[in-house]
């Protein structure tokens, strides 16, 4: 069984992916997009544990996102979904995906914005140190990292300028459950 999965992040995920080139989930879960990616996916996640019975974990492998085992330049785009906000150490974390990355590969982190992530910690099962990051925090992460073309999925902040960028920046903070960035290893 498969949890459902919200029809925007798979087409926007399309739009970067081309067929034969190489795709890694890291905190893959059920690892659904494999049903589009199929032989080009690779998923993995810290445990293959099942979520719930009925969901199941459907991982190739399991690896802790700060130290993946996989050689350096190895994949075209690294994807994430609702699991970036997890880290425990995000500089460590991303050192890794740009170590796996290759050159001109890129970068897909689609997570819960601040007030989503917000939401989240004030659940009794919470159990990770969230890190709490906004959009425009993440967005200032990837490009300090090092990433070339970053942008965010709702896409004002970079494209618009002066008053009317706050504007925006601050209007998709308060309404969207989503951040969404993306960035490529030069
Ligand atoms: C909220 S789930 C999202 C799963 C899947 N990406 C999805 O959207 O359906 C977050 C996943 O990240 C995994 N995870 C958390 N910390 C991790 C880490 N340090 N390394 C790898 N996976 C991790 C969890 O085990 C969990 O399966």
């Not at 890794?96 to 050159?103: A, C, D, G, Y």
């Not at 099962?125 to 300090?144: E, N």
Request: hydrophobic share 40%; aromatic share 16%.
């Amino acid at each position: 069984m498969l949890l459902p999965y919200p029809e925007f992040i798979k087409n926007y995920i399309l739009s970067y992916w081309a067929p034969g080139q190489s795709f890694l989930e890291i905190g893959s879960g059920t690892s659904y997009m494999r049903s589009f990616i199929k032989e080009d996916y690779i998923g993995t996640d810290i445990t293959k544990v099942d979520y719930i019975d009925g969901i199941e974990r459907n991982v190739d492998f399991v690896s802790d996102a700060h130290l993946i085992p996989l050689h350096d330049n190895s994949f075209d785009i690294i994807f994430l979904k609702s699991t970036f906000y997890m880290m425990q150490d995000l500089d460590k974390a991303l050192k890794e995906f740009w170590r796996v990355l290759k050159p001109g590969g890129r970068i897909l982190i689609f997570d819960y914005n601040y007030k989503t992530q917000f939401k989240l910690r004030q659940r009794p099962t919470s159990t990770y140190s969230y890190s709490m990051l906004s959009q425009f925090g993440l967005y200032r992460l990837i490009k300090s990292a090092g990433f070339l073309q970053v942008s965010l999925l709702n896409n004002h902040f970079p494209a618009s300028s002066g008053i009317k960028r706050y504007y925006n920046l601050i209007k998709s903070e308060l309404l969207h459950e989503w951040a969404s960035i993306t960035g490529v290893k030069p």
